[in-house]
Nanobody, 127 residues
């Protein structure tokens, strides 16, 4: 199973930038789809971005397209999320997810995907 650890969250003013990292260990592979999700207080966890086919294909939620960039460094087994032009509505706990049977855009199902969630990292954007 893959073990995921996020880092890089923090407090930033609106219009600022942050880069999140997700370090993967265990049974990892560059062929696994990986993604970022977020959960704001009182809301359901939502898809943010994903990357698959060893980084050749990326997908974004409409709310972040053009502002966020997902990437991966396969040599370091690390997933990144570069977040620019941050808005207060981007405030949430950000989680990474990945697994050998996840296709990168379906709803995550850890048992079916053999997937794992990280513990999350808090991103707070002040106005």
């Amino acid at each position: 199973q893959v073990h995921l650890v996020e880092s890089g969250g923090g407090l930033v003013q609106a219009g600022g930038s942050l880069r999140l990292s997700c370090a993967a260990s265990g049974r990892t592979s560059s062929s696994y789809a990986m993604g970022w999700f977020r959960q704001a207080p009182g809301k359901e966890r939502e898809f943010v971005a994903s990357i698959r086919l060893s980084g050749t294909m990326t997908y974004y939620a409409g709310s972040v397209k053009g502002r966020f960039t997902i990437s991966r460094d396969n040599a370091k087994n690390t997933l990144y999320l570069q977040m620019d032009s941050l808005k207060p509505e981007d405030t949430a706990v950000y989680y990474c997810y990945g697994g050998p049977r996840w296709n990168g855009f379906a709803r995550p199902q850890p048992s079916a995907d053999f997937g794992s969630w990280g513990q999350g990292t808090q991103v707070t954007v002040s106005s």
